[in-house]
């Protein structure tokens, strides 16, 4: 299935997005997600919700890998500011889909790219603001 969704090969975006969805298997049995013959809604928008908070997470991860933000260097605060984006990434994207989106139901192409735009970009500030702490804390 996931050959079929994300191909291998191609662009970053393309990896983004396999990587994304291999943590999003990861994650269905702990969100009691077992039975794909009866999913409800609810449970479509719990996959697509985890599905988008990957995504934009693995999105960040790889600016980090490029340099384009940092970590701190102590593993703990790290692993700590990784839990924290990872909470705020979820929220945010549960959040854009309950209210902006009415759910799964109301879902389009654009309106998913948007709130996932938005959230990154949202993720991606705070990862600039603690970085800048961090130096000016140094």
């Known amino acids: 299935m996931m050959d079929y969704v994300c191909p291998e090969g191609g662009s970053i ?9 291999i943590e999003t298997i990861a994650d269905l049995a ?3 997600l077992t039975d794909f013959d009866t999913l409800n809604a609810s449970q479509l928008q719990t996959i697509l919700e ?10 960040l991860c790889n600016d980090i890998g490029t340099k384009t933000v ?50 990154y970009e949202q993720a991606f500030a705070i ?6 702490a961090e130096e000016d804390a140094q």
């Open 13 to 21: 975006d393309d990896s983004i997005a396999r990587e994304a969805f």
């Open 30 to 32: 702990d969100n009691g």
């Open 50 to 59: 985890l599905y988008a908070t990957h995504a934009i997470e693995t999105r």
């Open 70 to 119: 940092s970590l701190p260097s102590n593993v703990a605060e790290a692993e700590n500011v990784q839990a924290q984006l990872f909470d705020f990434i979820r929220r945010s994207v549960s959040d854009a889909l309950t209210v902006g989106l009415q759910g799964v139901a109301a879902m389009t192409p654009n309106a998913v790219l948007g709130f996932v735009t938005g959230v």
């Open 127 to 132: 990862l600039e603001t603690m970085a800048d």
